[in-house]
């Protein structure tokens, strides 16, 4: 894995070659295979995310592309609407981006996914468990109603037989 750190004026620093680098060339490192760590060099933070974000961007700058490349931005940010985990699930799912990655990270990826429906799921089935008592509750209550009229009606129509 590559480490990378970047520094106070924001340029990048790769350590393993001693050499600042752009986000062009972190995109070509991800091309040939290479996984990499940014760190911040002050904080200690770590980065990845927000470089991967910008390296991105910076190679989707409009070169004539316009209206397909606002499309699929404008497309990945309303389907992240349902939540960052939807997103990536959908992805996955999809295949997206796992060619490049080995069998234990998509393995784990899914297995993340898996992890984070089964807590989705726990706190839906105990939401559906209360939702299903209530309606339970409520569909005994008309039910006694219903009842107790039949039984009114009934003993009113013996009344008059007799």
């Keep these: 894995m590559k480490l990378i750190k970047r520094y106070a004026n924001r340029r990048l620093y790769d350590s393993d070659t001693s050499k600042t680098i752009t986000l062009e ?8 295979g290479e996984e990499i760590k940014v760190i911040d060099n002050i904080s200690g933070e770590d980065i990845t995310s927000k470089v991967l974000g910008q390296t991105f961007l910076k190679l989707q700058e409009p070169k004539g592309n316009e209206p397909l490349i606002n ?4 497309a990945l940010i309303r389907e992240s609407g349902e939540g960052f985990i939807n997103l990536v699930k959908k992805l996955a799912y999809a295949g997206i981006g796992m060619a490049g990655i080995s069998p ?21 089935s105990e939401t559906n468990e209360n939702l299903l008592e209530k309606l339970a509750e409520q569909g005994q209550k008309e ?20």
Excluded at 71 to 74: E, Q, R
Excluded at 105 to 116: H, M, P, T
Excluded at 143 to 162: C, N, P, R, S, W
Aim: charged share 35%; aromatic share 10%; glycine share 2%.
């Design 25 to 32: 060339e972190i995109a070509e490192y991800l091309r040939q």
């Design 71 to 74: 499309y699929i931005l404008t």
């Design 143 to 162: 039910a006694d109603k219903f009842l107790k009229g039949i039984k009114e009606k009934f003993d009113e129509v013996t009344q008059h037989i007799q």
């Design 104 to 124: 234990e990270e998509r393995e784990s990826i899914f297995n993340a996914i898996v992890q984070l429906d089964k807590i989705q799921l726990d706190q839906i």
